[in-house]
C-alpha cells in the first residue's frame, strides 16, 4: 500500500498514480487509462490537462466519472498518434469520442462492452473492425468522414442501434446489413458511392424514422421502401 502522506511503498519505492489508495477510481481502469495515455502519446496531446496528475481522475481532461468508475472519455481531434490499445478494462464506460484522431487503431474497441455511444468519425478508417459485434449495448454510431467501402456484416448484429451515421464514406453497396435492427430510427448513408438500393433492404427495420441517401449514384427507388419501412417520415435522395 502507498502511503498517503510520502507517496512511497513499504520498500520504499515511489507509487504510480494508479496505485494511491485514495484514487476516486478502480485501479485496474487507472492502470486502461494509463495505458491509452502511454500507447497514445499523451505527452504530445493537445490538452492533457491532469492526466497522470491527479488521484481525482474526473478532473483528468475529456474524462467523467460515474458512481467511481470512468463513465465518458473524450478526446476528439487531440493528436492522439497511431496505437494499438490492447488491454482496455473500463467495464463501465458508455461513451466514447476519439473522432478527428486519424492515427488511432480502434482494433481493441470490442472490449468495450459497456458502450453505448462511439464516435469514430474522421479518422480516415478504410474499414470497420468485425469484432464490433462484441457491442451489444451500443446506441449511437457516428463513423461519417472516412474511407469505408464496405458495411460490415456483423452491423446487423448490434440490434440497440439506434442511430448509425455512415456519411460521406466510400461505401458502394447496402444489402442486408441492417435488416435486424429494429430500434434503428436515423440512418445517414448520404455522401457515399451507391448505385443500387436492394427492395428488401429495409424490411424489418421496423422502426426506422429518417433515411439519408442523398449524393450517391442511385438512379431509381424501390417502390416497396415505403413499405418496407412503414415509420418512415423522411427520405432524402438526389
Request: proline residues 2%.
Given at each position: 500500500d502507498?502511503?498517503?502522506?510520502?507517496?512511497?511503498?513499504p520498500?520504499?519505492s515511489?507509487?504510480?498514480i494508479?496505485?494511491?489508495?485514495d484514487?476516486?477510481?478502480p485501479?485496474?481502469?487507472?492502470?486502461s487509462?494509463r495505458?491509452i495515455y502511454?500507447?497514445?502519446n499523451?505527452?504530445?496531446?493537445?490538452?492533457?490537462?491532469n492526466?497522470l496528475?491527479?488521484?481525482d481522475?474526473d478532473?483528468?481532461?475529456?474524462v467523467e466519472?460515474?458512481s467511481?468508475?470512468v463513465?465518458?472519455?473524450?478526446?476528439?481531434d487531440?493528436s492522439?498518434?497511431w496505437?494499438l490499445?490492447?488491454?482496455?478494462?473500463?467495464?463501465?464506460l458508455?461513451s466514447?469520442?476519439?473522432?478527428?484522431n486519424?492515427?488511432v487503431n480502434i482494433s481493441a474497441?470490442?472490449q468495450?462492452?459497456?458502450?453505448?455511444?462511439?464516435?469514430?468519425?474522421?479518422?480516415?478508417?478504410?474499414?470497420?473492425?468485425a469484432?464490433?459485434s462484441t457491442l451489444q449495448t451500443?446506441?449511437?454510431?457516428y463513423?461519417q468522414?472516412?474511407?469505408l467501402?464496405?458495411i460490415i456484416a456483423?452491423?446487423?448484429?448490434?440490434t440497440?442501434l439506434?442511430?448509425i451515421?455512415?456519411s460521406?464514406?466510400?461505401?458502394?453497396?447496402i444489402?442486408?446489413q441492417?435488416q435486424?435492427?429494429?430500434?434503428l430510427?436515423?440512418l445517414d448513408l448520404?455522401?457515399?458511392?451507391i448505385?443500387v438500393?436492394p427492395a428488401?433492404?429495409f424490411?424489418?427495420?421496423?422502426a426506422?424514422?429518417?433515411l439519408?441517401m442523398?449524393?450517391?449514384?442511385?438512379?431509381?427507388?424501390?417502390?416497396s421502401?415505403?413499405a418496407?419501412?412503414?415509420?418512415l417520415?423522411r427520405?432524402?435522395?438526389t
Open positions: 502507498c502511503d498517503l502522506i510520502t507517496d512511497e511503498k520498500d520504499g515511489i507509487c504510480t494508479c496505485e494511491r489508495i484514487l476516486s477510481i485501479q485496474n481502469e487507472c492502470e487509462l495505458a502511454t500507447w497514445s499523451g505527452s504530445g496531446w493537445d490538452n492533457n490537462n492526466w496528475n491527479s488521484v481522475v478532473t483528468w481532461y475529456g466519472v460515474v467511481g468508475h463513465n465518458t472519455l473524450l478526446l476528439s487531440n492522439l498518434v496505437s490499445w490492447t488491454w482496455l478494462r473500463l467495464p463501465k458508455t466514447l469520442d476519439i473522432s478527428s486519424p492515427w474497441i470490442w468495450l462492452t459497456g458502450l453505448s455511444v462511439l464516435n469514430i468519425a474522421n479518422m480516415e478508417l478504410a474499414a470497420l473492425p469484432s464490433m451500443l446506441d449511437i454510431l463513423a468522414n472516412n474511407a467501402t464496405t456483423s452491423l446487423n448484429q448490434l440497440d439506434n442511430i451515421d455512415l460521406n464514406n466510400l461505401i458502394n453497396a444489402w442486408t441492417f435486424n435492427l429494429n430500434q430510427t436515423v448520404s455522401d457515399n458511392q448505385t438500393m428488401n433492404a424490411q424489418w427495420v421496423s426506422l424514422e429518417e439519408d442523398a449524393w450517391n449514384l442511385i438512379t431509381s427507388i424501390p417502390s421502401l415505403t418496407s419501412a412503414q415509420t417520415q427520405v432524402y435522395f
